[in-house]
């Protein structure tokens, strides 16, 4: 567990909240994909665009739920190692992380998605099958957006496993919680 910074606390609960709603995402996805599997072999009617929506609904539900993943620590790590270190090497295991290979990457994808939605914006894109879904930037813009949420969480993470190592946050966890 890693203590609470002014900066955790401003943006924990921003990532928190959406990434409760965006778990919605995930109900909805699921009604559309039985909607169309009973139109398709019920009624020999499949729709183009629900299956467009079912692509742009998990892909949304995926980039906008980065965030919230990272946030709570759920995300994928080899915890066969991870859980039999020290909470001080797994603290400094994560400031190199995030340093090293989360920040650079996120700062990638998001100095490339960027001109990539306008791109997208700026030529009306629409899907290329026919009966597909108008406004392709508009999922595309889940990209930055998913990864400016990423972004705002590793930050949040920054602070405090920076909090942790060098500002005595170990100490202060020990006092609280016990050893």
């Known amino acids: 567990m890693l203590p609470e910074t002014a900066i955790s606390r401003r943006i924990d609960p921003w990532l928190d909240r959406i990434g409760r709603w965006m778990s919605w995402v995930w ?63 797994q603290a400094w295991i994560e400031l190199y992380g995030i340093l090293v290979l989360l920040l650079p990457f996120v700062l990638l994808v998001l100095i ?5 939605v306008w791109t997208s914006y700026e030529l009306a894109e629409v899907s290329q099958a026919p009966g597909g879904l108008p406004l392709r930037w508009l999922i595309k813009a889940a990209l930055p957006i998913g990864f400016a949420l990423l972004l705002l969480a590793a930050l949040s993470r920054l602070s405090r496993v920076w909090a942790f190592l060098f500002l005595g946050g170990d100490q202060a966890i020990r006092d609280n919680h016990g050893p």
């Open 27 to 89: 109900l909805v996805l699921l009604a559309i994909i039985v909607f169309n599997v009973v139109l398709r072999y019920a009624f020999g009617e499949g729709r183009i665009e629900f299956e467009e929506i079912q692509w742009h609904l998990y892909s949304a539900g995926f980039l906008l739920g980065l965030s919230y993943t990272f946030q709570h620590d759920s995300h994928i790590r080899v915890d066969v190692i991870h859980e039999r270190l020290s909470p001080a090497a």
């Open 112 to 116: 490339f998605a960027v001109p990539f």
